[in-house]
Structures are given as C-alpha cells and as structure tokens.
C-alpha cells in the first residue's frame, strides 16, 4: 500500500507563491509517475502537472512558465513538490497528490486548497 500527505495549502494574493508538498509512504518501489492535479466544486479534477520517476515532466498549458514540479526520495518516502509562482485567482481549486501504481491502480492524497484572491 501506498498513502499519500500533501500540505502546503493556503491563501495567497495574486502575484504571492505557494509551494505544496506530498509525501508518499509505503510501498514506494511500486511508484511510477506522480502528479498534481486541481478541482473546483462540482467540476472535474484536471491535470495540473506530472513527473515521472526518471524525472521528465509535463505541464498543462495554463501553468507553464509559472509552477515547477520536482521530485525526491529518501529510504522511506517519496516527495513530490508543485512551486506555484504568480498565482492568479483562476489558479484558486483544491490541489490533489497522485501517484500511479502498477495495473493502472492510483493513489490520491486528501487534497489541500489554494486560494489566491485578487
């Protein structure tokens, strides 16, 4: 088994950083990919950014430029990390850590919300 922490939510003002963090425990040799991903009430959670274990990542468009995923590990756990600079208000949702298993299985942290106001 795999569980995920994320922390490093909170409230911003347009323009102001924010550096969220998940760390993965558990099995963690079975980890591929990780990820974050956002999701506003009543919409569908959506790619934010992915790295893969040998650390190529992938951005969607509207973040580009501005968040940075990284990626480390110790013995014991695996750390994912989103750097979200210039943060708008439409980066406002709440953030999800995911870490893709062997057999298509997921894992999915308990999410951690950003707010950034105008």
């Known amino acids: 088994q795999v569980q995920l922490v994320e922390s490093g939510g909170g409230w911003v003002q347009a323009g102001g950083s924010l550096r969220l963090s998940c760390a993965a425990s558990?099995?963690?040799?079975?980890?591929?990919?990780m990820g974050w991903y956002r999701q506003a009430p009543g919409k569908q959670r959506e790619l934010v950014a992915t790295?893969?274990?040998?650390?190529?990542?992938?951005?969607v468009d509207s973040v580009k430029g501005r968040f940075t995923i990284s990626r480390g590990n110790d013995k014991n756990t695996v750390q994912v990390y989103l750097q979200m600079n210039s943060l708008k208000p439409e980066d406002t949702f709440v953030y999800y850590c995911?870490?893709?298993?062997?057999?298509?299985?997921?894992?999915w942290g308990q999410g951690t919300q950003v707010t950034v106001s105008s």
């Open positions: 995911k870490a893709d298993l062997p057999g298509g299985t997921l894992r």
């Open positions: 790295i893969t274990r040998a650390g190529s990542t992938n951005y």
């Open positions: 558990g099995s963690i040799f079975l980890i591929n990919t």
